[in-house]
């Protein structure tokens, strides 16, 4: 399977991976936005060292109870990270939700939209068809502030997978060709630690829907919930959820530790490539 995103064409038969880009003010420094910028960049560059192949560049914080970032302050965060990273040649990816992010991240060289709401704000689906980039999907159950309340399902599975599969059809009705599209179960939004895992259990099933999958689950709370660490202690339990998601059909992981997944990768596809060998 290919996705295409701005002219490129991502082979996704091997799993690739997403290193993450968050750009946050600094508050202990005076140099302001081009402090975070300079770092992002620098922390850009180290994932690409390290074995990703996309970076995603995020300046609106999704986790649960955040502030909404006004559109001017989402812009002069994450437009300068895409402009220094493009001239490495690295495929970019910009989280966000706004269709004034979606138009001058295009302009400004990024290759894919991940937006976890899906397109569904006003202005953003026809902003995103507009452009040529790719775009992924993710389901997520309210919003980032109300989340946690909303999780009653009869079937997680069932009903994020009809929801994916209405986005994709709305997507495309705007004019999006499905060869641009990437879906996400959104491993964390809206789901109890249990369906988390249900979702997570379903990969191969997501997998076989005729787009690419990607799966988040660096560091989240539901792995702090199963293995009882705090976020900066949550590498391997991140890693192999990676590795979980990569062997039941995902095509792309969304991480912070390139490098130790990377390694999880390499070994794992060392022994596929050597299986069914006299
Ligand atoms: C520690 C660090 C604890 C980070 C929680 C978090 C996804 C995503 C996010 C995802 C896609 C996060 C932008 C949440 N998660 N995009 N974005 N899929 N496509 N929380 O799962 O990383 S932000």
Known sequence: M??????????????????????????????????????????GLKLLEQGA??????????RPGAPEVPVEEELARVIPVV????????ILSVDTSKPQVILCAAQAGAHI??????????????????TNLGVCLMHMRGTPKNMQSQ????????EVESFLLSRAQAVQR???????????????????????????ANTDRFAQ????????????????AVTGRSVHERVVASVTGALIAAQRGASIVRVHDVAATR??????????????KE
């Open 151 to 158: 999780t009653q399902y009869a079937d997680v599975v069932e």
């Open 174 to 200: 705007a004019g999006i060709r499905s060869e641009r599209i990437c879906l996400d179960y959104g491993f964390g939004f809206g789901k109890t630690v249990e369906q988390n895992f249900q979702l997570l």
């Open 2 to 43: 290919k996705w295409l995103c701005a002219g490129r064409k991502l082979n996704c038969e091997t799993p690739l991976i997403m290193g993450i880009v968050n750009v946050t003010p600094d508050s202990f420094s005076d140099g302001g936005e081009h402090y975070s910028c300079d770092k992002a960049v620098e922390h």
């Open 83 to 90: 402009e220094q990273l493009s001239e490495t040649g690295a």
């Open 263 to 276: 390694d999880a990768f390499k070994i794992w596809l060392m022994t596929a490539s050597q299986t069914h």
């Open 53 to 62: 192949d996309i970076l995603d560049i995020g300046g609106e914080s999704t």
């Open 209 to 224: 829907l005729p787009y690419p999958l990607l799966v988040g689950l660096s560091r989240k709370s539901s792995l702090g």
């Open 113 to 130: 939209i991940n937006d976890v709401r899906a397109l569904q704000w006003p202005g953003a689906l026809d902003a995103a068809a507009s």
